[in-house]
Structure formats: C-alpha cells, structure tokens
C-alpha cells in the first residue's frame, strides 16, 4: 500500500510517501512543499494545488492522511492549515483516492504511544520505525511522515476488523 501522508500549511506543506513492505513501512519520499509568504494568497494556493496534484500523479498513493485542524490559538494558522487541507483532499477525492484526518492527538498516540509526545520524541520514533539515518526535517516532513505511519497503523487495524468473521464475533451466553 502507498499512503501520502500531508502536514497541511500555505508556507510549508509536508509530505511523506509511504510504501508498506515485509519489512515494514518504507519511505518513499519525504519533503517539504514550500510557497513565497510575500507572493498573493491566491497565487500561493494555485502553486500549492499544483504541487500537490504533481505529488498525486507521482506516486499515486491507495490513501491520503491529512491532518485534521483540530484547535489553533491563531486563527490565521487555521485559516491557512485549512485552505491546505481543503486543496489536498480535494485533489485525493477527485482521483478516487481515501481520504482519512487524524488529529495531532491521534498521530502522537499511533507513533510514539503517547498522545502528548512532544516533536522531538515524535520525529526519533519516525526516525526509528521508518530506519532513517537522521530524523526527518523540517518538522513539517517529519509530521507528514508520522501521519502517514498512523494511517497504517489504523488501515492495519481495520483489515483485521474487516477479516473477522461475523460468526468469530457472536457472543455466547
């Protein structure tokens, strides 16, 4: 399975493309997009639209995880992590691509086994599970990344649900 996962922002927009092997997942790429803060908003989201539809044509990924704007104290941030995220599932979904929100809270548990990991212990256990050298940077890519591990730790989850049979879930007095 590929899975896109995306930290959705106006100025950095990170990505991680994984690929899910016997080994275990595997990162396919990982990256940051990025957008000039000086140029019209219009013109930044019609570049990041664009990015973002390259990404898709690229890799072509089965899943789309997106962060889901949970609570920002700064409505602006939330303003621009939205029009991301809105340009980002609507690409995915026009392509017949899943498309699935975590929050911050979700991803942290997933990963790190703790839904208050701090970035630095959520960007070492990327690090880890994906067997990279360095932990991803910036941030940013290394959220991407964490979100697409916990949509195959849920996608994972949900097959085995899926397999169960419904004679295996009966109870019996």
Known sequence: ??????????SRCG????????RGP??????????????PLPQRLAELQAELRALLTEFTPQALAVE?????????????????SGLAMAEA???????TQYSPNEVKLAVAGDGAATKDQLQRMVQALLG??????P????DAAALALCHLAHAG???????????????HP
């Open 1 to 10: 399975m590929f899975v896109l996962g995306i930290d959705p922002g106006v």
């Open 15 to 22: 990505y991680a493309c994984l690929e899910t092997t016997p």
């Open 26 to 39: 595997r990162a396919v790429a990982i990256g940051v997009l990025r957008t000039a803060p000086a140029d």
């Open 68 to 84: 889901r704007v949970f609570f920002q104290v700064n409505v602006r941030t939330a303003m621009s992590v939205g029009q991301a």
């Open 93 to 99: 979904a026009s392509r017949g691509i899943a498309v």
């Open 132 to 137: 990279l050298a360095a932990p991803p940077r």
């Open 139 to 142: 941030a940013d890519a290394a």
């Open 157 to 171: 989850l949900r097959g085995r649900v899926a397999a169960a049979t419904p004679s295996s879930l009966e109870v």
